[in-house]
């Protein structure tokens, strides 16, 4: 994705990370670290009615993404230190 995501940067408000807050296609809000991640990535970006969408692939969805070169991100949710205080009780 070369398109310019800084209307969508921010900041984790627990540990004050930098992220890209995307919408996931049900709506739901995504913390996103900024950087792509070869290697692990499973979320892809897609910019659609001036949304940043976060469209989380499976293991060969994900595969298939990199083997066509598409950059690949992971949800915030796998680094922050704090990200049992964002998650809902099931």
């Known amino acids: 994705m070369t398109t310019d995501l800084a209307p969508w940067r921010g900041t984790c408000a627990t540990c004050g990370l930098p ?3 995307a919408t ?8 996103v670290n900024p950087a792509p991640a070869p290697e692990r990535g499973n979320v892809l970006l897609s910019i659609r009615s ?12 994900a595969a298939g993404a990199r083997d066509a070169g598409l950059p690949l991100y992971t949800s915030h949710f796998t680094d922050c230190p704090h990200a049992n205080q964002h998650r809902r009780p099931r």
């Open 24 to 31: 996931t296609p049900a709506g739901r809000s995504m913390p």
């Open 19 to 21: 992220v890209l807050w």
């Open 50 to 61: 001036g949304q940043l969408v976060a469209g989380v692939l499976r293991r060969n969805q």
